[in-house]
């Protein structure tokens, strides 16, 4: 990897060496699997395929300066991988078993996890499917897991850099009752007409609403939201929204910093009173946005007017990355180190 330009990399897919793999079968998950190839051979009647019997996770490992690899918080989206099961009716995975697939594809992998000095990160990339042959509409006999990693850099553009996002009222990417709060595949397929259009449009994401009433602030597309004003934390509580752990982590350390931390249903005309807003999750890290627009009132509500980073985001972002890279002391035994 010695000519790999590090510092440039988008958040894309790129081929790494190893995936690990495990299935369960007759009431019980097997051992994990080691391959080397990208493809998987299944069943053109699996229920991935029809019912949307998928969930997926996104977590990170980092380089730190003492060259150790440290991995993110994995327990918690080993446990979410469990509720998204328990929410399409798949098979739970042990969280051990989780956290063994992750230790085991980032070490495999080891060479492809970005230097230090490049910002950039290992993204681990979990999924589970429901396979055999069925047509029915009825949960899958048989599951397979499976982990892959590739070495990512921003999710937006200019990294942390503030853009743009807006308000589209025609569409949701979640029912008030439905599958918002899990991390399923058809949450983001439902997510793909109204983010393209955004795109067009110049915008980095769509800001999406409460499907309900349509008046409460609910999440981005591939990221949680929150608001700074004064010197509170204010980030939205809903049925419809996916549990961030980079979201629930940024609340700790909000409240570290002496700021604080409501959440709460949050009035879409609220955001005229926002100091600094941003998207975070663990693509996104911290996005910040400089302006929203409500497009169907045709309103903006400008939020960075010098197009800079807020003081507050700023020293968040730091904060969670310094942890992340084990620059600063891990106090709450967020980061498993990779030996
Ligand atoms: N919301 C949605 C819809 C997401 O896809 C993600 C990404 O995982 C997040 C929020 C952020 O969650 P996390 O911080 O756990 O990555
Ligand atoms: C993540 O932040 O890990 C995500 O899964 C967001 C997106 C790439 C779907």
Redesign the pocket.
């Known amino acids: 990897m010695e000519n790999m330009n590090w510092s440039d990399l988008a958040f894309g897919y790129m081929k790494t060496d190893y995936n690990v793999r495990c299935y369960y079968r007759d009431g019980k998950w097997g051992e994990l699997e080691v391959s080397s190839s990208e493809i998987i051979n299944i069943h053109m009647a699996a229920t991935c395929l029809h019912y949307g019997q998928e969930s997926f996770?996104?977590?990170k490992a980092f380089k730190g300066k003492d060259g150790k690899i440290r991995v993110f918080r994995m327990d918690?989206?080993g446990k979410?991988m469990q509720s998204s099961s328990r929410g399409i009716k798949m098979a739970e995975l042990p969280v051990e078993m989780f956290e063994e697939a992750v230790r085991k594809v980032v070490k495999l992998n080891e060479r492809f996890v970005p230097p230090y000095e490049s910002g950039a990160a290992l993204y681990i990339r979990p999924l589970m499917i429901g396979l055999g042959a069925q047509v029915g509409v009825k949960p899958a006999p048989e599951y397979m897991f499976m982990v892959f990693v590739t070495p990512v850099g921003p999710y937006f553009k200019g990294g942390f850099k503030p853009s743009k996002v807006c308000i589209m009222r025609e569409y949701d990417?979640a029912a008030p009752q439905g599958t918002g709060t899990i991390?399923v595949g058809g949450?983001?397929a439902a997510s793909l007409v109204a983010g393209e259009r955004a795109h067009e449009l110049g915008y980095a994401a769509v800001l999406y609403l409460d499907p309900k009433e349509k008046k409460y602030l609910d999440?981005?597309?591939?990221?949680?939201f929150f608001g700074i004003r004064g010197n509170s934390y204010i980030t939205p509580q809903s049925h419809s929204?996916?549990?961030?752990?980079?979201?629930k982590s940024l609340q700790q350390l909000a409240v570290d910093m002496g700021l604080t931390v409501e959440r709460r249903p949050i009035p879409v005309e609220e955001i005229a009173t926002f100091d600094e807003a941003a998207e975070?999750?663990?693509?996104?890290v911290i996005a910040p946005i400089s302006q929203i627009d409500d497009l169907d009132i045709n309103k903006s509500y400008v939020i960075a007017k010098d197009g800079k980073p807020g003081p507050v985001c700023e020293k968040l972002y730091n904060k969670l990355r310094a942890i992340q890279y084990g620059d600063e002391p891990d106090t709450y035994g967020w980061v498993t180190v990779i030996e």
Do not use: D, M, Q, V
């Not at 999440?219 to 949680?224: D, L, Q, R, S």
């Not at 975070?280 to 996104?284: L, N, V, Y």
């Open positions: 996770e996104g977590l918690e989206n979410r990417r991390k949450n983001y999440e981005c597309g591939p990221a949680n929204i996916l549990p961030s752990i980079t979201n975070c999750g663990t693509a996104a």
